[in-house]
């Protein structure tokens, strides 16, 4: 490639990385996160929109659970180093627990 | 319940705060320690699930069993890739006889009589680690990926000492079962 074809595909590469950057979807298709960490949720409370996706990460030592009382949220264990993921399709204001640790708690308002 | 086996098994602990006045733990040591005291509150909460009279004691030594051996996994894991070698010590070894006493004494109970008594050990068991957390192990950890394991597992602690006080509460007033 001679000076002249270079300049052209390094133009038409920087455009096509421009234009990447400013149509990369970012909100509000990014999830929302919830670290669990120091035995506890935060944030302690999140608001989202009905089918937003909430990622909840375990960043402790030890197996947490995400679960309210009509378990429409129930995680399971969510091991040490772990992502637990769900998109809540019905609005509402769910108040979750770790069922291990009940003293841990979260509300999620959807809506 | 005989409070001479609850000293017994908490005092080498205790014990720990006072080796940092003679001779600061090294960091294998400090290993041994974290080690051997998760392993003693297995054996114990894995005794109590098959012999705990309430539900809810059950559920805790489960609880127990689960947490302690997943930090005593994070541990190992981390001793393996500092290449540190656990060293026993006088702390850790009179751990293992705490703990292997408190067993001897919980297996000659049974009924509520053992779940006061196997609630009550974890109530002292657990402050214990958490002095020993605070005023040896943590100041005295040279390693920061140590240090920050040993900061990192203090919360859990405090929720174990939590909830072992709200259920010796609840036994005593009738309402553990």
């Known amino acids: ?111 | 319940m005989n409070r001479f086996y609850i000293v017994c098994s908490v005092a080498a602990l205790a014990a720990a705060s006072s080796f940092a006045e003679a001779a600061a733990p090294t960091d294998p040591q400090i290993a041994a320690i974290v080690v051997t005291a998760n392993q003693v509150d297995i054996d114990a909460g894995t005794f109590a699930k098959s012999r705990a009279h309430s539900e809810k004691v059950r559920e805790f030594a489960q609880l127990m069993v689960t947490d302690h051996s997943a930090v005593n996994k994070s541990a190992t894991e981390l001793a393996r890739k500092l290449n540190v070698t656990p060293e026993p010590n006088a702390t850790s070894k009179g751990l293992k006889e705490g703990g292997e006493k408190n067993l001897a004494s919980l297996s000659k109970l049974s009924g509520p009589q053992f779940d006061i008594a196997y609630v009550t050990h974890e109530v002292d068991y657990h402050e214990t680690v958490l002095e020993a957390l605070d005023q040896t192990l943590i100041p005295g950890a040279t390693n920061p990926e140590l240090k920050a394991l040993l900061v990192k597992v203090r919360p859990a602690f405090v929720a174990h000492l939590e909830h072992a006080r709200a259920l010796k509460n609840e036994i005593a007033k009738g309402k553990g079962t």
């Open chain 1, 1 to 111: 490639m001679n000076d002249r074809g270079r300049r052209r595909f390094l133009t038409k590469a920087g455009g096509a990385l421009l234009a990447g950057a400013v149509c990369a979807p970012t909100w509000p298709d990014s999830p929302h996160r919830v670290t669990i960490e120091k035995m506890a949720f935060s944030p302690p409370v999140l608001e989202i929109s009905r089918g937003q996706r909430v990622e909840w990460h375990n960043a402790d030592l030890v197996p947490h659970t995400v679960t309210d009382t009509a378990r429409q949220l129930d995680s399971g264990p969510i091991e040490p180093g772990a992502t637990w993921a769900h998109a809540p399709e019905e609005a509402g204001e769910y108040s979750y627990v770790c069922t291990f640790h009940p003293t841990m708690k979260g509300v999620l308002k959807v809506r």
